[in-house]
């Protein structure tokens, strides 16, 4: 039925054009972005500011100005892409190959190993680059945890590394509750907290690019073996019978979601619903072929969370903590696609 499904929804042209759609969408909030703010800049000035970048155009513009979309919003907006692209084909992903539709980036315990590294790093007194580091370096040790659980049982089923997934994230989140217990509640503790709640606000551009290379290659791995995660939605012995080395791309699969996943959180912190909602959203957009969905989570997870960084530095003259923003947004969001597909659920 699934084959049948997936030919259907490939035959149906208007999804290449939701795909285009959603990317030049992209490039317009983007380009909405670097003009909101305390001080706005029209559109024109902030297109010939970039463009002054590549070539000798005649200065209209403040030096001011130019700073301001170079040293602060681009960066931002930059991180934003990237974080929201990259916990949209996670979540994508991940739902393809554990065929649960309830799964969510953070499932094999990388946001809560991010964390205590962070953590850890904070109460080292290290600079925002090293918590970076530090919050990296925790995602990717957790997920090594939990992918060597099954090996120790001799059981490489996906049950077996869910349950991993929650027993390392339950302990890594006693480990982070020790951490805040003993950590400074004048400085230490609020940095920690407003850490996990997700922020884009300090956020340069040499930050962005130290996750660019990893995260560029892992999105293009799991574009290139997109239709194989099709194949393994089928189930491990259809996926087999149909010739698919299950280990080998389920690992590949895995390995590049998770430093997707880690890049993302250490450059954020935790951001939630973008990686669970996303997916559902582009599903309903050009059916379940993931080699449809895979392309199209990128952009409308780009889009999302640029949406939701620009409401958070807006809004308020303050900054509003971005998990605070996709819960308040993704929450409902889901709840009306539950209901859009209500009469499918039985």
């Not at 800049?41 to 070539?55: C, E, G, P, R, T």
């Not at 100005?65 to 934003?80: E, I």
């Not at 939605?233 to 997707?260: H, K, P, Q, Y």
Request: include cysteine; glycine fraction near 10%; proline fraction near 4%.
């Amino acid at each position: 039925m699934l084959i049948i499904e997936l030919k259907r929804t490939n035959n149906q042209p208007w999804q290449l054009g939701a795909i285009l759609g959603t990317g030049v969408l992209t490039v317009a909030l983007s380009l909405t972005a670097l003009c909101l703010g305390r001080y706005e800049l029209s559109i024109i000035d902030v297109v010939k500011i970039l463009l002054s970048a590549f070539w000798d155009l005649q200065q209209t513009w403040t030096d001011a100005m130019a700073d301001v979309v170079f040293q602060v919003r681009l960066p931002r907006v930059f991180a934003a892409l990237l974080v929201g692209a990259g916990l949209a084909i996670s979540g994508t992903t991940y739902q393809g190959i554990f065929k649960n539709p309830l799964v969510s980036p953070d499932l094999l315990g990388v946001s809560s190993g991010a964390c205590v590294g962070a953590a850890m790093a904070i109460l080292n007194g290290l600079d925002a680059g090293g918590i970076q580091i530090c919050a990296l370096l925790g995602g990717l040790l957790a997920v090594a945890i939990t992918t060597t659980i099954p090996k120790l049982l001799r059981n490489s089923s996906n049950l077996i590394l869910v349950l991993a997934g929650i027993i390392v994230a339950g302990f890594m989140s006693s480990a982070l509750g020790l951490l805040k217990y003993v950590a400074d509640p004048e400085t230490q503790l609020p940095e920690i907290v407003f850490w996990q709640m997700g922020s884009l606000a300090t956020t340069s551009m040499s930050d962005v690019m130290m996750i660019v290379p990893a995260m560029l290659i892992s999105m293009a791995l799991l574009i290139a073996v997109r239709w194989r995660i099709n194949i393994l939605s089928l189930g491990d012995e259809e996926a087999g019978s149909l010739g698919i080395n299950i280990r080998v791309i389920r690992g590949l699969a895995i390995v590049c979601s998770t430093v997707t996943t880690a890049c993302a959180v250490c450059i954020s912190g935790t951001v939630g619903w973008i990686g669970l909602v996303v997916p559902h959203l582009c599903r309903m957009l050009v059916g379940p072929d993931n080699t449809r969905v895979i392309p199209l989570s990128i952009f409308v997870g780009a889009s999302f969370m640029l949406v939701v960084d620009t409401v958070a530095r807006t809004v308020t003259s303050g900054e509003i903590p971005l998990s605070i923003l996709t819960g308040f947004i993704g929450a409902p969001l889901y709840g009306w696609l539950l209901f859009k597909q209500r009469m499918k659920i039985k």
